[in-house]
């Protein structure tokens, strides 16, 4: 079966840490650039990071530079988020998703999201 499978979210207070992951099942991660979104109440999907296929190229949105980081481990199939310093509008549900490049919007598989809430 084909799966994407986000883990890893959860309740931190401002300030504090998570990692995200994002594990391909039925088929080779590696194959595909990884892009992580996310989304918050209210609000529409936002991309967050994205990085190539060999891990060569790194892409993040102005609002997480500095503060998360993503990896790639294309022998695990699962790609990480570091995410550091987090802020209370961090809150929203985190996906991630397969392109074949990133900046595509063409997108082949998209996980169920990980709730990542930032609270005091």
């Known amino acids: 079966q084909v799966q994407l499978v986000e883990s890893g979210g959860g309740l931190v207070q401002p300030g504090g840490s998570l990692r995200l992951s994002c594990a391909a099942s039925?088929?080779?991660?590696?194959?595909?650039?990884i892009g992580w979104f996310r989304q918050a109440p209210g609000k529409e999907r936002e991309g967050v990071s994205c990085?190539?296929?060999?891990?060569?190229?790194?892409e993040y949105a102005d609002s997480v530079k500095g503060r998360f980081t993503i990896s790639r481990d294309n022998a695990k199939d699962t790609v990480y988020l570091q995410m550091n310093s987090l802020k209370p509008e961090d809150t929203a549900v985190y996906y991630c998703a397969t392109m074949g490049r990133c900046g595509s919007n063409r997108y082949n598989y998209w996980g169920q999201g990980t709730q990542v809430t930032v609270s005091s």
């Open positions: 990085i190539s296929r060999s891990g060569g190229s790194i």
């Open positions: 039925g088929f080779t991660l590696g194959y595909y650039a």
